[in-house]
């Protein structure tokens, strides 16, 4: 029920792409959908959020879609650069601001 | 505005010795968080402190594993005895209002 469920584990892009990765949760309780960006050797850094009440945010070319009914979220990165390669992790909160980690993916855009 | 500050950077310690990692979160922030990250996994909480108080500490090994957050600011965890399993990052984190929570560097620990 606490788990936040992440996918792919490791993804390869080409330098312009769209770069797509995926969560899944259970529990209905959370209200706070982050994502995470981590560079090796850095702590993450908040990339973008989402609450249950919007089905989309787009930050320039950082965007996540919502779907409250499967219980998903997503984060796309359109036109994908090479410092774009980093480490993403999503994560979930509810009102007691404790953070529920997926297991991350490992991002490399090809220039 | 200054971040999260950690310290030491890198610890290499045998097992059964132990090992003390120190947090600064950013100022005025009530909420401090200590992650542990296991290399290619997520971060993992181990204790999250409000002010001086616990809020939770479920994941935390509590037979070698403590922490404190004195006065309500800066924050320690220790570990004693170490094990090989224990190798990992471990983050501190900090929150203003809980909808953001801002990461340190880590204090990276490999224990031999």
């Known amino acids: 029920q606490q788990q936040v469920k992440q996918s792919p584990q490791s993804l390869i892009v080409q330098k312009g792409g769209i770069s797509i990765i995926n969560c899944a949760y259970e529990n209905t309780a959370f209200d706070y959908f982050p994502w995470y960006q981590q560079f090796p050797g850095k702590g993450p850094a908040l990339l973008i959020a989402?609450?249950?009440?919007?089905s989309e945010k787009k930050e320039g070319r950082f965007t996540i879609s919502f779907n409250k009914s499967a219980k998903q979220f997503s984060l796309h990165i359109m036109d994908s650069q090479p410092g774009d390669s980093a480490t993403y992790f999503c994560a979930a909160s509810s009102g007691t601001y404790k953070y529920i980690f997926g297991t991350g993916t490992r991002l490399k855009v090809l220039a | 505005e200054a971040g999260v500050a950690q310290s030491p950077r890198y610890k290499i310690i045998e097992k059964r010795q132990s090992v003390a990692f120190w947090c600064n979160p950013i100022?005025?922030?009530?909420?401090l968080y200590w992650y542990q990250q296991i290399l290619g996994q997520g971060p993992k909480l181990l204790i999250q402190?409000?002010?001086?108080?616990?809020?939770?500490d479920s994941q935390l090994p509590k037979d070698r594993f403590s922490a404190e957050r004195l006065k309500g600011v800066d924050s320690t965890l220790k570990i004693q005895p170490a094990k090989l399993e224990d190798s990992a990052v471990y983050l501190c984190a900090s929150s203003f209002n809980g909808n953001t929570i801002y990461f340190g560097e880590g204090s990276w620990l490999t224990v031999v």
């Open positions: 402190f409000q002010n001086n108080g616990v809020v939770d």
């Open positions: 100022s005025g922030h009530a909420t």
């Open positions: 989402i609450r249950p009440d919007v």
